[in-house]
Structure formats: structure tokens, C-alpha cells
């Protein structure tokens, strides 16, 4: 079975340029994260979906972030414009449905983002 | 105050040694206690999960919960060179809510 899977590995923008990270979850999951890290920071988490909805959108840091899952399968974030402190290292995982082992969340690789 | 207190490390032990990994927490809700390991440029890696208080076991390592003095344990016996890695506990609300996650201590395993 294929894990979480997160691209691009690693992505290097200029301050008010547009990224977009993508996170494929493992298959049938219906629960889907995003965290990111900060230099010198703990993993912070951004926000939680059930299928295509978003369940707890409490950690995301502002409106230049935007979340979506088309159809409840992949998810992308989308950063714009980018700004300095949004370098970091960018994670996504997923677990199955309430009440089957969801607490047991499966961690992607991460993409690290770089703002110059 | 932090929600989750780790001590970062480093930490290195001998081969063989007993780890003692710790963190505090200061919210009386979090029902899960996980303890995530991750490799250098790797994501975290769940390695064990207690709900409330009490202590669980897989095969080297034990988890600890003490929800009286919000305290949390992770024991490696037998440590091995490949145990090396930064130690991550994380708590969690309930059984699909986000995980608020410790600042991870550094351990390393001389051979």
C-alpha cells in the first residue's frame, strides 16, 4: 500500500510569487491534514478535512493561505502571495474515518518550502 | 505557556542503554498520547499511542501516561544505533482531531 505522498519535495519562490503543494493521502482515508514546520519551531497543524469538507481550519495563519479536496481524494495549499516566514517544511497526513483507528495519522515526506 | 513541553536535547546514549524520553502538557482534555519518530528529512513516524492514563508495550519501547501530573513516558530498552532519530510526543483531543505536537528530543544511539 502506497503512503502518503507530497510534491513537490522541495520548492524555492520569490517573496509575492504563488506556490502550490499538493498532498495524495493513503487511499480510502477520508481524513486529510496539513502541518507545517518553521525553522526552530514545533509542527504546527493548518487544518483538518473529512473527505472534500473542511472539519477545523483553525491553524491556518491567514487568508493568503487557501485549502481545497476536489472530490475528497488529493489535497492542494496554496500559498499567495508567498511571504518570508512561510518558509518551512510543509506536511501532510492522512487517517481513515472516526472511529477506525483515526487517530493513527500516516505523515508524508513534507515539502519544503524556501521564500527568498 | 507551551500546550506540550519537550526537552529538544540532545540526548546521546550507548548501545544497549535505557532512553527515557519525557514531556509535560498542561491541558486536562487530550484523551490521545502519541509518540511520533522522525528521521532526518523524513516525515514523522507514529510509533505508539496510549488513550488516557496508563502504559502500553510494544516490543522495545513503553509508552507512559500519567494524566494526574500530565506527564508522559517514552522507554526504549536495548537501544540500537538505528533508534537514532528526533522523538516526537504529541497529543491529541480525540481520535481524529489535529495533534499538537512537542518541539521533538534528539536522540543519539553511540555504537
Known amino acids: 500500500e502506497a503512503g502518503v505522498t507530497q510534491f513537490p519535495s522541495h520548492s524555492v519562490i520569490e517573496k509575492g510569487q504563488t506556490v502550490t503543494l499538493r498532498c495524495d493521502p493513503i487511499s480510502g482515508h477520508d481524513n486529510l491534514y496539513w502541518y507545517r514546520r518553521v525553522m526552530g519551531k514545533e509542527i504546527k497543524f493548518l487544518l483538518h478535512?473529512?473527505?472534500?469538507?473542511?472539519?477545523?481550519e483553525s491553524g491556518m495563519p491567514n487568508n493568503r493561505f487557501l485549502a481545497e479536496r476536489t472530490g475528497g481524494t488529493y489535497s492542494t495549499l496554496k500559498v499567495q502571495p508567498a511571504e518570508l516566514e512561510d518558509s518551512g517544511v510543509y506536511f501532510c497526513?492522512?487517517?481513515?474515518?472516526?472511529?477506525?483507528?483515526?487517530?493513527?495519522?500516516?505523515f508524508g515526506p513534507g515539502t519544503r518550502l524556501t521564500v527568498t | 505557556q507551551k500546550e506540550v513541553e519537550q526537552d529538544p536535547g540532545p540526548l546521546s546514549v550507548p548501545e544497549g542503554a535505557i532512553v527515557s524520553l519525557n514531556c509535560t502538557y498542561s491541558?486536562?482534555?487530550?484523551?490521545?498520547f502519541m509518540w511520533y519518530r522522525q528521521y532526518s528529512r523524513k516525515g514523522p513516524e507514529l510509533l505508539m499511542y496510549?488513550?488516557?492514563?496508563g502504559n502500553k508495550e510494544d516490543g522495545r519501547f513503553t509508552a507512559q501516561v500519567d494524566k494526574s501530573s500530565k506527564y508522559i513516558s517514552l522507554f526504549i530498552r536495548d537501544s540500537q544505533p538505528s533508534d537514532s532519530a528526533t522523538y516526537l510526543c504529541?497529543?491529541?483531543?480525540?481520535?481524529?482531531?489535529?495533534?499538537?505536537f512537542g518541539s521533538g528530543t534528539r536522540l543519539s544511539i553511540r555504537p
Open positions: 478535512f473529512v473527505k472534500e469538507s473542511k472539519q477545523d
Open positions: 504529541a497529543p491529541a483531543y480525540s481520535s481524529a482531531s489535529k495533534i499538537i
Open positions: 496510549t488513550y488516557s492514563s
Open positions: 497526513a492522512s487517517s481513515p474515518r472516526a472511529g477506525v483507528s483515526s487517530y493513527e495519522q500516516y
Open positions: 491541558n486536562s482534555a487530550f484523551q490521545y
